[in-house]
């Protein structure tokens, strides 16, 4: 069984900065890709960003482009999200996930473990 859980969350101010981590246990999370999702309430959970399993490959959706930054760290199996010239509209419940493979996709269904999620929250 892998367990999943996020941090770093919290209340920051528009332009600001904030750097979320997920750590992942378990020997299936070394050897997967892992991914960010963010949701609000009403909406569809949304694909943010996800790199494979050793960190090289990496995917962001357009609306996070040249913002947000995911990193890997393959010996602890942590994800890192860093978020920068964060705006309102990236206020959500931030959720990690861990890939049913090795590689990373913009696909919530592909994703096998989930972590609780971590609240963002952009004042203006």
């Known amino acids: 069984q892998v367990q999943v859980v996020e941090s770093g969350g919290g209340v920051v101010q528009a332009g600001g900065s904030l750097r979320l981590s997920c750590a992942a246990s378990?020997?299936?999370?070394?050897?997967?890709?892992m991914g960010w999702f963010r949701q609000t309430p009403g909406k569809e959970r949304e694909f943010v960003a996800a790199?494979?399993?050793?960190?090289?490959?990496?995917l962001y959706a357009d609306s996070v482009k040249g913002r947000f930054t995911i990193s890997r760290d393959y010996a602890s199996s942590t994800v890192y999200l860093q978020m920068t010239s964060l705006k309102f509209e990236d206020t959500a419940t931030y959720y990690c996930?861990?890939?049913?493979?090795?590689?990373?996709?913009?696909?919530?269904?592909?994703?096998?473990?989930w972590g609780p999620g971590t609240q963002v929250t952009v004042s203006l």
């Open positions: 378990g020997r299936t999370a070394s050897n997967n890709g």
């Open positions: 996930a861990v890939h049913l493979s090795a590689e990373g996709s913009t696909t919530p269904g592909r994703y096998r473990y």
């Open positions: 790199v494979n399993w050793r960190g090289g490959n990496r």
